[in-house]
């Protein structure tokens, strides 16, 4: 198993996903969105990451998604894990370290 982990700015949290979806194949839709909105502004990225907003990406492979706010900075902690190879983990650590 695999884990990446980073930070995103809070307005780019949509097209992060929505790309991390892409690339294992789970066409990501406005319910997704629903439940993005709904879980992620009670987070607290402080609080240890069992506590954050979990969210699964069901592609192939799997992924987990754990997302809190750090609510000075408008920024995002992200981290996702999955049985995933090297070639996806470095495409999802770019995604994160360009947004």
């Given at each position: 198993?695999?884990?990446?982990?980073?930070?995103?700015?809070?307005?780019?949290?949509?097209?992060?996903?929505?790309?991390?979806?892409?690339?294992?194949?789970?066409?990501?839709?406005?319910?997704?969105?629903?439940?993005?909105?709904?879980?992620?502004?009670?987070t607290d990225a402080d609080?240890?990451?069992?506590?954050?907003?979990?969210?699964?990406?069901?592609?192939?492979?799997?992924?987990?998604?754990?997302?809190?706010?750090?609510?000075?900075?408008?920024?995002?902690?992200?981290?996702?894990?999955?049985?995933?190879?090297?070639?996806?983990?470095?495409?999802?650590?770019?995604?994160?370290?360009?947004?």
């Amino acid at each position: 198993m695999h884990r990446v982990a980073g930070w995103i700015f809070e307005g780019n949290l949509t097209k992060v996903v929505e790309y991390a979806a892409a690339l294992v194949g789970y066409g990501w839709d406005e319910l997704d969105d629903g439940a993005l909105e709904a879980g992620v502004p009670e987070t607290d990225a402080d609080l240890p990451p069992s506590t954050w907003f979990a969210y699964p990406i069901a592609g192939t492979p799997e992924l987990a998604l754990r997302i809190a706010r750090d609510r000075d900075a408008g920024i995002l902690s992200v981290i996702i894990d999955g049985e995933m190879d090297d070639v996806l983990a470095a495409r999802l650590e770019t995604l994160l370290d360009l947004h």
